[in-house]
């Protein structure tokens, strides 16, 4: 009785897991395509914000490449953000700035006249505060942004609406295997964004590249709630912009009315109806992959001690079948040693999770002109379901770890 209890129980989770990943696949592919209009002309102003810790390596790299985009240069500004950093990261902004007066400029959170606590969401902060532009976009400092990346984004604003644009982010120069494993890592995560939010189930975003407006961002309240957390500078933001506005008080006595949220009622373009998602490869911020196992650990820890957080509770069920499905199969290698007969169960879940992973994967690394990273496909696959459940289960029980040479929470 117990052992068809249990395999009952492993069994469900594989097919929970299979027809999850399914459901995105239809998502995905149901998503429409956004294209600049062909008689597109941008109105808007655009701040792109970089922040940036000790990025001497990529900076230049990164900013060269946000200039080098497609838009208007008197709509365009781009603020980088230096966070108390150690290394040539300010002289090289500096210099660029020189020759690009107009549209670069640098802020530095140890210049500022009050004491600004370092970490990426003051810096945002501060940056949303200086910027000119009514469009922010974020971008990271190791990233590398399409030269059409902001025409698309603001063709889209101006044409939807909406309250937060999210957009891909792929890796790129991946020269290991373990580094294509995380590029495909990557890949499958981005068809779980788009899905999520095209079907409503649940909101995702990377902060790589993000897009909203400045008047949103105040509105919410910015990072308000959640400034201790040092991760989620984009989840967090995008559940506030989201979120449906709170519903006004009853009117006082004496037919005086009661006071309203402020921020929510002021909130443009529907807060509320809030993030889409811009599908489009030529829209794709590339991002490095980790060098090595460490810096990989310490980064999925990081985005996983944000989950316990999180309001969305369709995020975080999808999350949980994920990591349940996950920690069942490597529970099952072990028992395969004591128990053979769990031998046909086991299988069932690898060939379904097997089977869902491939068609997720095939999807968007053909989308995203990456069908070569699929030859990793099986070391991929063992890879995944080990990383899963270990860095899930770390996740509950590390509350530190290293970032950008801090230990953070």
Same mark, same amino acid.
């Given at each position: ?219 919410? *309240? %910015?990072?308000? #709630?959640?400034?201790?957390? /040092?991760?989620?500078?984009?989840? &967090?933001?995008? $559940?506030?912009? +989201? ?10 006595? *004496? %037919?005086?009315? #009661?006071?309203?949220?402020? /921020?929510?009622?002021?909130?443009? &373009?529907?807060? $509320?109806?809030? +993030? ?31 989950? +316990? ?101």
């Amino acid at each position: 009785m117990l052992f068809t209890a249990y395999s009952t129980l492993c069994l469900s989770l594989a097919v929970l897991y299979a027809a999850l990943l399914m459901q995105y696949v239809r998502g995905w592919r149901r998503l429409p395509t956004w294209s600049v209009p062909l008689d597109f002309a941008p109105k808007t102003s655009v701040t792109v914000l970089v922040p940036a810790r000790n990025e001497a390596a990529n900076i230049s790299t990164c900013l060269h490449a946000i200039l080098a985009c497609n838009y208007p240069q008197h709509l365009l500004e781009i603020l980088v953000l230096d966070d108390f950093s150690t290394d040539d990261t300010a002289r090289i902004v500096s210099e660029i700035a020189v020759a690009n007066a107009s549209q670069v400029r640098l802020l530095r959170l140890e210049e500022q006249p009050q004491p600004v606590f370092s970490g990426k969401k003051k810096a945002l902060e501060l940056g949303v505060s200086c910027a000119r532009g009514e469009l922010i976009a974020t971008t990271d400092a190791d990233c590398i942004v399409p030269t059409d990346w902001l025409l698309l984004l603001t063709s889209l604003f101006e044409a939807k609406r909406p309250g937060a644009i999210v957009a891909p982010v792929l890796l790129y120069r991946e020269r290991t295997g373990f580094q294509r494993f995380q590029a495909l890592d990557f890949a499958g995560m981005m068809g779980i964004t788009g899905a999520g939010i095209g079907m409503g189930w649940h909101l995702m975003g990377n902060g790589a590249n993000l897009c909203y407006a400045k008047s949103t961002f105040e509105a919410v *309240g %910015g990072y308000a #709630g959640n400034l201790d957390r /040092a991760s989620g500078d984009d989840l &967090f933001l995008l $559940g506030k912009i +989201a979120a449906p506005p709170p519903v006004p008080p009853p009117t006082g006595r *004496g %037919g005086v009315e #009661g006071t309203t949220n402020c /921020a929510t009622a002021a909130l443009p &373009f529907g807060a $509320g109806g809030g +993030a889409c998602f811009l599908k489009n490869p030529a829209a794709t911020v590339r991002t490095l992959p980790c060098p090595d196992l460490r810096a990989f650990v310490q980064q999925r820890l990081r985005w996983g001690t944000k989950n +316990a957080g999180l309001p969305d509770l369709g995020l975080k069920a999808a999350l949980a079948v994920v990591f349940l499905h996950c920690c069942m199969i490597l529970l099952n290698t072990v028992l395969l040693f004591f128990l053979p007969i769990l031998g046909w169960v086991w299988l069932a879940q690898l060939v379904l999770k097997a089977a869902a992973d491939y068609v997720l994967l095939r999807e968007m690394c053909t989308f995203f002109e990456r069908r070569a990273l699929l030859r990793g496909f099986w070391s991929a696959f063992f890879g995944h379901t080990a990383y899963i459940a270990g860095i899930g289960a770390g996740s509950l029980f590390v509350k530190k770890y290293v970032w950008k040479g801090r230990r953070v929470r």
